[in-house]
């Protein structure tokens, strides 16, 4: 039986767990502190309008992520739509004609290759005048000797993705890249490292801001955000970095200035306090996960004893309709549009077909449980979020349920 597999699994997965949960208490101290240093109070909830001028409640939700994160400056706006729009407007913001950007973990994340140079694409950073390159992996590291040697007179940014992706390769721990960027800096000191922290916040004790990274950026509706932010996403770093971008925010010689929100910002507040308990049992959701589909013969990676350093966890199921299938359970055990059927379709910004089942509070929030995949072969689910391990645990269990009532796996 499934129930006795998932027992097994989480007897297997405890001294994991045990890690999730002490991380946890680390960061939650953290952002304890610094909403005390701060001292947040109700009138920091208010919403504004109009232009937003003098925003108490935006502006100090800026300071606030600056000070957890360990950085001179920030921008976090409901306005940044997601975390495609919140690496392109980074990226928009310190790319100039005749610039170039590099990124060393290989081909970037399907959405932001349109960013970069999407075919009968109007408005990419190509159309802008700036170049692309790109270095590969090796062996699922940075390969800093082949980094240093891509380096051109003309390499302005280089830019890591801290996560996996649509990949199938772990994501990169915070001492990797650490690693990176001191050797980087050392032979390139201007060079700008730009990290794609996207389902990589509050999963180590340290975030890229921490160890040098000069900007990163990511979405609130993932990690940071808790499961309670609404929408937005932030860009951190070095403040004269910061600066041009937020001239691309808004306007030139507006910048930051503006920008009101008519809603309470207490989801915003309520959601980064929560966001080291709630990363945390998305992880443990994500470790069983793991264990579970390896005692069903299934291949994942990372595995559930491997380090983690973002919130996915990928499967692969080799056929497409068992890809379907897992995906459909997740979406029927959900606690929103539990009755809706995803299929596959063309979503904007893919090369490939791609199901998405998330039956989220917030849509497409990914730091609650959702499970989505490109439809290509070898057909990799990637699962991440949960607001709870126990909603985690259930779905998990009603989703392999589902392939064995289609026939589709076998367990005794």
Known sequence: MIGDIIKQAE??????????????EILTERVLNAFKELHIAQRHFAPSNGYGYDDVARDTLEKLYAL???????????HITSGTHALSLALFGLLKYGDELLSITGKPYDTLCTVIDGENTP????????????????????????????????TKVIMIQKS????????LSIDEIKYAIDLIKKAAPNIIIFIDNCYGEFTEPMEPTHVGADVIAGSLI????????????YILGKAKYIEDIAQRLTAPGIGRETGSYEASYRPFYQGFFMAPHTVSEALKVSILTARVAELLGFNVSPKYTEKRSDTIQAIEFVCREKLIAFCQGIQYNSPVDSFV????WAMPGYTDQVI?????????????LSCDAPIRPPYIAYLQGSLSYAHGKIALQKSFERLKDTNLIEFT
């Open 222 to 233: 993932k990690n940071p955000g808790g499961g309670l932010a609404p929408i937005g996403g």
């Open 11 to 24: 007897k297997d997965c405890q001294p994991y767990f045990d890690i999730c949960n002490k991380n946890a």
């Open 68 to 78: 957890v994160f360990g950085a001179e400056d920030a921008l976090v706006r409901p």
């Open 341 to 344: 059927t995803p299929e596959p």
């Open 164 to 171: 996996r992706g649509y990949a199938w390769r772990r994501a």
């Open 356 to 368: 998405m089942a998330a039956g989220t509070f917030v849509a497409g929030a990914s730091i609650e």
């Open 123 to 154: 408005g990419t950073l190509k159309e802008m005048g700036v170049s692309f390159n790109a270095v590969p992996l090796k062996n699922d590291s940075i390969d800093i000797e082949k980094t240093i040697a891509a380096i051109t007179p003309k």
